[in-house]
């Protein structure tokens, strides 16, 4: 778990792909390319695991 008082980033979710086509979701077993916008998004790193419950991102 990550540090309570941790400063969280701000950014978007702008595009995801998959197999070289844009999709809205991925089904939770599959990846895909994730674009990211906003303050924190150059701060990740290839193969970050993210997730949509604030504080779960994990490295």
Known sequence: MGDVGAAMPQFTLTAIEWYGKQVEQ???VH???ATL???GADALAKRD???SAPGSATR
């Open 26 to 28: 991925l089904a939770t």
């Open 31 to 33: 990846s895909g390319k």
């Open 37 to 39: 916008a906003g303050a």
């Open 49 to 51: 695991a993210l997730d």
